[in-house]
């Protein structure tokens, strides 16, 4: 953790209040606590009590404390750092990628934050949770989809140029279900839609990672590139 973070999980109770600081998936959580705090900050819709809170963990007698510049989301770091194993050039050209109008130019722009977020991943995450990519497509599978599997995969690579940013991509994979139950793209989902996107969502894992889960698709699809996506999924 950030120290103005971890100040904060102390600032924001009573002295005599016990907690538990969180090791697994639940920093991701409080990561994502601690950024809405300090956007309600910036924004001035802060509540007083939080306001101390934030002050507190944020500064000490000495003056501010150190702070990520670009303080992008910590579950994204993670999962980039997961993916990509520590290798800086690597990491630079997928977090250009995440938001291509306004790139992210230097890996000091995410530091701390992103050093943390490595720490994580390498020393909390066990081995067997880690992300690793396939090398070939799974021709097997690849072979035993139906016509409605074929079709999805390839709306889904039709559309990876014109979607390639972290916004687009989570656009393209949650709207490709959507097209395939005759819907418009911005549809808002229902359950039965919901149990569509989560079975193409594991089609995608099974081809790119070999399980039904992992990092964020659109994260995933970043790091991995869209000439290995095209790859493993069959094109």
Request: net charge negative; aromatic share 6%.
């Amino acid at each position: 953790m950030e120290a103005p973070l971890l100040r904060w999980l102390y600032a924001r109770r009573k002295p005599n209040q016990s907690f538990k600081i969180a090791f697994d998936q639940e920093i991701q959580r409080l990561y994502d606590e601690w950024d809405k705090l300090e956007a309600k900050v910036a924004d001035g819709t802060v509540l007083p009590a939080d306001a101390a809170a934030h002050s507190r963990a944020a500064r000490t007698a000495a003056g501010e404390l150190p702070r990520t510049p670009r303080p992008l989301p910590y579950r994204t770091l993670a999962s980039v750092m997961d993916i990509t194993a520590g290798h800086d050039e690597q990491t630079l050209r997928i977090l250009t990628e995440l938001d291509p109008d306004n790139p992210v130019a230097s890996l000091d722009e995410v530091r701390p934050r992103l050093d943390r977020a490595e720490n994580w991943i390498t020393n909390q995450v066990p081995a067997d949770q880690r992300t690793i990519v396939r090398d070939e497509p799974d021709t097997e599978l690849l072979g035993s989809l139906d016509d409605e599997g074929r079709e999805s995969l390839r709306l889904l690579l039709d559309g990876l140029d014109t979607h390639w940013s972290l916004d687009g991509l989570t656009t393209l994979v949650y709207g490709v279900p959507k097209v395939m139950a005759g819907l418009d793209p911005e549809a808002k989902p229902t359950p039965e839609l919901k149990l569509a996107q989560r079975a193409f969502f594991a089609l995608l894992y099974k081809l790119l990672v070999s399980r039904e889960t992992g990092p964020r698709l659109p994260t995933l699809l970043l790091a991995v590139g869209a000439e290995r996506v095209r790859k493993l999924l069959g094109a």
